[in-house]
């Protein structure tokens, strides 16, 4: 037995193993806590691990194990309930653990720098400002609004408390510490300050009522609830109150949107009704203000955390509830790398941490459904708008025949033009960015197409290039056809910035704005533009998805959908879904409150029968058809997927890989297992690589699960795996 403990770490790197090593040298054994970082020599450098355990043998002699360059923390990071979520999350999605980890930590924490310091700027009053008469600041009254402050404390008062009492005052204290009236310092507060609550709860209605007190009524204990409300049924308000009672029980909440834009105004409700303190975890803060937020969770200092998808891998020690908000949305899924679903983890880490679960949305996903329907779930329904708002209209517009203005037909651009005259807005929903999605040559057919990928390049005329969206390649706009050499390039379709051109020309008075990920490149302009459409300043909008999701706009009255056909022949068996999720997110931003809404959907398919039932009963009854087509074609939820992608830059590595990976699949898998090709991808080139996938599946998860345990470990000693990039995975949402 070796005199010193051995040291298990999870290293950042493809494989499915852990490493054994020896103790930095003087280093104390009673530092070495499961849930550190620690340095360690891998291969021809070194990498920052996460110490999971301490063992007494090793399947490698002591002799041969490396030690440890040097222990990065005094504190563990993580517990071992979040060491246990992340294995779990390894072994069921097939991924290294070490990559797991190292994905839930903050970018600096990764590379093995120190953790940021979150000692706060404090302020306090030296013996001359203690000297000075309140009435020699009398022309200066935010100075003398600090003074006043800082002469109530008995030590130093926070920056951050003075900023929620008096405002943004940087300059004021810059000010006063320039006459030597207050001097800072640094300090430890015990938990983050928390803004003053200025928004009265509003009365809940019925179905608000019901849905807080079935999930108080389950105690504070693991539950899976689907808060299934129609748009503007308030589920923001149960949301709310359920926050309010795990507060009050000591608890933390972690809160999870789909998107970045949809956090701020989520924030401001958060803070305009609880006097708690909230912080932010996304990818658009910078890192540090980042780990910040991340170590005021991991201490229990903030006590609501919200964030987009990784967030969900945020150390809580006291948590006590989880919110996903618009859980049917395709960006919980990550789809590269470590390809995990923030939904279906959050129900996991739920059940490890014994607390409810609440998963909302106004389109719930089939699976989600499917699980209420069965009993899994608690299926909570909210059917009625709050404050006595209608349903908005929805009508289908047969665009068939009918000459069309840059994708709008004539009746639409009438009722546009009626709407705005009316004082109301108007919102026109088409998901395809860009001014036009061909260029084409009118002489000889030439097409621009991406030279790296099976796609065609979208004209961007604002920014003059050609932009393949699907692996982000640019060129600037050619002047004439590289095959015949003429000039008459013409564009085919319509983008969103085609449609804004023509909206300018046709309404410049309604100030038509565009929101698409083009227009909200920067920080804050997506917030922005919101605050300026509730003030009024736009009465004509236009966008893709970023409109569809979660906004209050009460005085757009009108909705116009202008392509959504392809969903109904899409490639991928999700694609009806879909279409149907985002046509239903999008007419819920028509008619709020006391002005009644009208939304029309232009077709060229107004008698296909999924879109006619969505149309006529809603979501509910085209989700209940949807899992009906599902159960005969024996598609999940009714069944289990897996999918194995390879890609490479020649075309045939891929096949070749998949083909040996099959065969090892065959001698494994059994009777409950069924292997769907190898099949070159939808888009079988993209990015200059070839692509081909092998799908797997089975009608118990457990079934899959055991293959998958035996089978993805041997996929990288396979002789055709060193020419080829490949992935797999668990559950897979999109096969594009």
């Known amino acids: 037995m070796p005199d010193e403990p051995i040291l298990r770490v999870a290293v950042p790197a493809p494989l499915y193993s852990c490493f054994d090593y020896l103790s ?23 990498r920052c691990g996460i110490l999971l355990e301490l063992v007494q043998e090793s399947a490698y002699k002591t002799r041969r194990l490396k030690r440890a360059k040097r222990l990065l923390d005094a504190d ?66 935010r100075q003398a609004a600090i003074m006043q402050r800082l002469s109530n404390e008995m030590e130093s008062l926070s920056q951050e408390a003075l900023y929620v009492e008096c405002g943004e005052c940087r300059g004021v204290l810059r000010t006063l510490e320039s006459k030597g009236w207050i001097k800072s310092d640094h300090r430890l507060m015990t938990r983050s ?16 009522r019901e849905a807080v007190e079935r999930v108080l009524a389950e105690g504070d204990g693991f539950g899976i609830f689907l808060l299934d409300g129609v748009t503007g049924s308030g589920k923001t308000e149960v949301y709310l109150q359920l926050v309010e009672h795990a507060l009050a029980r000591g608890k933390q909440v972690l809160v999870l949107v789909p ?11 958060f803070e305009r009704r609880i006097a708690e303190s909230v912080v932010m975890l996304h990818s658009g803060l ?99 708008r709050a404050g006595g708002a209608k349903p908005p209209r929805l009508d289908l517009l047969d665009i068939r025949s009918i000459r069309l203005e840059t994708g709008v037909s004539p009746v639409l651009m009438r009722m546009v033009g009626d709407t705005l005259a009316e004082g109301n807005q108007v919102l026109l929903f088409l998901n395809r960015r860009g001014y036009a999605p061909v260029m084409t040559c009118h002489d000889c057919g030439w097409v621009a197409q991406c030279r790296r990928c099976d796609a065609r390049m979208t004209l961007h005329a604002g920014s003059g290039i050609l932009w393949c969206h699907h692996c982000g390649s640019q060129r600037p706009i050619d002047k004439g056809c590289p095959d015949c050499g003429e000039q008459d390039l013409r564009t085919l379709g319509q983008g969103t910035e085609k449609l804004e051109e023509l909206l300018l020309q046709r309404f410049p ?31 004509l909008l236009v966008g893709t998805q970023m409109l569809a999701k979660g906004h209050h706009f009460p005085d757009v009255t009108l ?39 009208r939304v029309i959907i232009q077709t060229r398919h107004p008698d296909h029968p999924l879109m006619n039932i969505l149309v006529r009963q809603g979501y509910d009854a085209f989700a209940d058809e949807s899992l009906s087509e599902r159960q005969l074609a024996d598609f999940p939820p009714f069944s289990y997927q897996a999918l194995l992608r390879a890609e490479a830059p020649g075309e045939e590595a891929p096949s070749l890989f998949l083909d040996e990976a099959q ?37 118990q998860r457990g079934y899959l699960q055991a293959l998958l345990s035996k089978w993805v470990p041997q996929l990288s000693s396979l002789k055709s795996a060193r020419r080829v990039r490949w992935s797999i995975d668990v559950d897979p949402q999109e096969i594009l």
């Open 24 to 46: 930095p040298i003087d280093c104390d054994p009673g530092a070495l806590k499961p849930g550190v970082r620690i340095q360690v020599p891998f291969g021809r450098g070194e």
């Open 76 to 141: 563990a990071l993580f517990s071992s309930a979040d060491l246990a979520l992340l294995q779990w999350c390894a072994n069921y999605y097939q991924h290294p653990l070490g990559e797991v980890i190292a994905n839930a930590l903050p970018v600096r924490l990764r590379k093995g720098e120190v953790p940021v310091s979150l000692a706060h700027k404090a302020w306090q009053l030296t013996s001359e400002g203690m000297d000075q008469r309140p009435d020699s600041l009398k022309q200066a009254p």
């Open 193 to 208: 300050v928390a803004k003053p609550a200025t928004e009265v709860p509003p009365e809940l209605n019925s179905g608000q």
């Open 259 to 269: 998107e970045i834009g949809l956090t701020p105004q989520l924030m401001g409700r």
């Open 286 to 384: 910078a890192d540090t203000e980042r780990e910040r937020a991340w170590h005021e969770a991991r201490l229990g200092r903030a006590r609501i955390v919200l964030g987009t998808r990784s967030a969900l891998f945020t150390p809580m020690p006291d948590l006590g509830l989880i919110l996903v908000d618009e859980e049917h949305d395709i960006s919980f899924k990550q789809q590269d790398r470590f390809r995990y679903s923030a939904r279906d983890i959050a129900v996991i880490r739920g059940q490890k941490s014994d607390c409810p679960v609440v998963l909302g949305s106004a389109t719930p996903s089939l699976e989600s459904l499917h699980n209420a329907k069965s009993g899994r779930y608690h299926h909570l329904i909210l059917s009625e």
């Open 509 to 539: 008075n309604a100030n038509p704005v565009r929101i698409d990920r083009d227009t909200t490149r920067r920080k804050g302009r997506m917030e922005r533009l919101f605050n300026h459409i509730l003030e009024g300043k736009h009465s």
């Open 559 to 597: 909705v116009g959908i202008l392509d959504v056909d392809q969903g109904l022949f899409g490639a991928d068996y999700r694609a009806a879904e879909r279409m149907a999720q985002q046509i239903t997110q999008v007419a819920g931003r028509a008619g709020r409150a006391e002005k009644p809404g």
């Open 663 to 699: 065969s090892i699949a065959r001698q494994l898998g059994g009777d409950r297992v069924t292997l769907w090709g190898p099949v070159p991808a939808p888009m079988e080139r993209r990015a200059g690589r070839y692509r081909a996938h092998l799908l797997i599946q089975s009608d």
